[in-house]
């Protein structure tokens, strides 16, 4: 047990969309990310998202609404829900996505695409 500070973990790295793994729980990834421009539409099949936004505004675009998320706020993707996260100015997030998730979901794209999250 140990107590993970945000801030600090936050300050380890500058890369955007680039998720680092801070620790597990029941089968949970818990990331932090910060993220810059636009990610790609994809979807993840079997797995429900959550991202929790600690610096910045986040907007999520779907195919029917965007949602604008602020500081202190949360939206849970439903699993299959096409998605595009949009970060016009940087934003620090914490994701809880189960370990088999890919970030970009059903796509698989050469700049984006992280098959491992490293630990910080």
């Known amino acids: 047990m140990e107590i993970i500070n945000l801030k600090e973990k936050f300050a380890k790295f500058s890369d955007h969309w680039s998720p680092r793994l801070i620790g597990e729980l029941n089968g949970q990834k818990v990331l932090l990310a910060k993220l810059k421009g636009e990610f790609v539409w994809h979807k993840h099949d079997n797995e429900d998202e959550l ?8 907007k999520i675009e779907f195919e029917d609404k965007t949602l604008t998320l602020y500081p202190g706020e949360i939206a849970i993707i439903p699993r299959g829900t096409m998605h595009k996260p949009i970060a016009e100015e940087e934003v620090e997030v914490m994701l809880f996505e189960p370990k ?13 695409t992280k098959t491992i999250n490293p630990r910080i």
Request: glycine content about 14%.
């Open 51 to 58: 991202f929790q936004v600690i610096n910045g505004i986040l």
């Open 100 to 112: 088999e998730t890919l970030n970009t979901g059903n796509i698989v794209d050469s700049g984006l």
